[in-house]
């Protein structure tokens, strides 16, 4: 794999190289576990028995931050935005434990749905507020994408909505003075990039292994701040317009497989194929 240098020669970040005091949003998102979805008789999904979790994708956000922080001696925020779910006392301490300093969360079950512009629009705005209480931060991350949709653009879209030098695919971050050297794995070689603060990274899922919290952390993690804000605490009284209606999400029909094995030339065993379709009223 080739590598690809951007901007300034990596041969001047030193050990002893200067870094500023990183204040870093770490944002994620719960979503429902999928081996606890249930099917109904009419195709539709139950969510009753399911635990809401942290995204997989996201634990590597957190744990971004965290190492940063912790080599700069700055400090991280958890944010979220999302339905009552997040109310949720034990999911608060899984994230808190994995080493972010306190905790906000916008909770309102008119972002039960919400699509990924959406979600979005009211992280920026959550952030602005917080930017408004005198939180000062220099870099945003995020996931390559949630666990349920994985749409993989609510970072892209939210350093866009904030103005931010944006970038995703991130697969590693060092501090240098008053920026960063990020990484990027493309498909035949590494981009390196200076990148300008404060900006907004997607993170992969190459950048490190999250840790686990020990007993010491869970038990700390219920002393940390929380602040809850709905919509209306945002100005949002109205709520915000989705990009994308869901009009369905009912599961696929469940069939019986035909299990039908042809042998032969390629194009035969296709018009064979055809054929059996057409007898299923495929067109």
């Not at 907004?200 to 809850?228: C, E, F, H, W, Y």
């Not at 369905?248 to 055809?274: C, F, Y």
């Amino acid at each position: 794999m080739a590598t690809r240098f951007i901007s300034k020669a990596l041969v001047a970040i030193q050990a002893n190289h200067w870094r500023m005091t990183l204040n870093i949003i770490v944002c994620y998102k719960l979503s429902p576990d999928a081996e606890d979805l249930r099917i109904l008789p009419d195709r539709s999904l139950s969510f009753a028995e399911a635990e809401w979790r942290i995204g997989q994708y996201d634990l590597n956000a957190v744990e971004a931050g965290v190492s940063l922080a912790e080599a700069t001696g700055g400090t991280v925020t958890a944010l979220s935005v999302g339905p009552k779910e997040l109310e949720n006392s034990k999911a608060r301490k899984a994230i808190l434990s994995r080493g972010p300093h306190d905790l906000y969360q916008v909770v309102d079950d008119r972002l039960r749905d919400a699509d990924t512009h959406t979600t979005a629009q009211v992280l920026a705005v959550a952030i602005r507020k917080l930017s408004a209480n005198g939180y000062s931060f220099h870099l945003i991350l995020c996931g390559e994408g949630s666990a349920d949709l994985y749409a993989q653009q609510v970072g892209a879209q939210l350093g866009q909505l904030l103005g931010l030098p944006t970038l995703n695919a991130v697969a590693k971050i060092e501090p240098s003075g008053d920026h960063l050297i990020v990484e990027r794995a493309l498909e035949d070689e590494i981009e390196i990039l200076e990148v300008p603060l404060p900006a907004a990274l997607s993170v992969t899922t190459d950048i490190n292994l999250p840790r686990i919290p020990g007993m010491r952390d869970i038990l700390a993690a219920g002393k940390k701040p929380v602040t809850q804000w709905s919509l209306d605490d945002l100005g949002l009284s109205g709520g915000i317009r989705p990009g994308v209606e869901i009009l369905d999400t009912r599961a696929p029909l469940q069939v019986n497989r035909k299990r039908q094995i042809w042998e032969g030339e390629s194009e035969d065993m296709i018009n064979k194929l055809v054929a059996e379709l057409r007898k299923e009223g495929i067109p």
